[in-house]
């Protein structure tokens, strides 16, 4: 199935560092949404995006919503040991109603 | 949001038989999709369930596999039909609104291991 560039694929960092994760992709997308998935749970929404350059925030999460509609980024800030999990992006492609996922950022904190 | 209830969360099933899954949600809502996660990797799209018409699948799933009813828009169910240890994986249902801004959201998923 199709699937969104998405990097880094994991990282380790420490307890209070902040954190950037993005994705790209060839296609255009209308909407840019943000996940994250802990163990045993399925995905939990973060951070919708719904326009071109949009920059939006949800606590200590910012994401934006490239230019070329092409690909978004998302931030953490401060980094806390709960922060662990696995963050997905979500395009929904130009045109139609589906979102594609992106391949997943690991992410450990080290205490 | 739209709160999605999935059964079974988690079950163990022998090779060659066949296991619905459920989705319920709590609200009445344009789109529903369904998702496999195998092991270790991320989302991938099987179909569109479309409300009284056949699902809309995505490249490499098929309806004879996994054969899917919307009978209205709070529910569907997928079938994984005639299964093989392959078919081990997380099985996902996602609601919502559909295009011009709309985010999509998921149950817990169904578990799903074939011996």
């Known amino acids: 199935g199709q699937q969104l560039n998405q990097s880094p694929q994991s990282m380790f960092i420490q307890e209070g560092e902040d954190v950037s994760m993005n994705c790209t992709s060839s296609s255009i997308f209308n909407t840019w949404l943000w996940y994250k998935q802990d163990p045993g749970e399925g995905p939990v929404l973060l951070i919708a995006l719904y326009k071109a350059g949009e920059l939006t925030s949800n606590g200590r999460l910012t994401a934006q919503f490239g230019i070329t509609r092409k690909d978004s980024f998302l931030n953490i800030s401060a980094s806390i040991p709960s922060d662990v999990g696995i963050y997905f992006c979500?395009?929904?492609?130009?045109?139609?109603?589906?979102?594609?996922f992106g391949t997943g950022t690991r992410l450990k904190v080290l205490a | 949001s739209a709160v999605i209830s999935q059964k079974p969360s988690r079950d163990i099933c022998q090779r060659g038989t066949s296991l619905t899954i459920q989705c319920q949600v709590d609200?009445?809502?344009?789109?529903m999709f369904w998702y496999r996660q195998q092991p270790g990797q991320s989302l991938t799209l099987i179909a569109t369930a479309n409300q009284g018409s056949e699902a809309t699948y995505e490249s490499g799933f098929v309806i004879d596999k996994f054969p899917i009813s919307r009978p209205n828009l709070t529910f569907s169910t997928l079938t994984v039909s005639n299964m093989s240890p392959e078919d081990s994986s997380i099985y996902l249902c996602?609601?919502?609104?559909?295009?011009?801004?709309?985010?999509?959201?998921f149950g817990e998923g169904s578990w799903l291991t074939v011996v």
């Open positions: 979500a395009g929904q492609l130009l045109g139609t109603y589906k979102y594609i």
């Open positions: 609200s009445q809502v344009t789109m």
């Open positions: 996602s609601a919502g609104q559909g295009q011009g801004g709309n985010t999509i959201y």
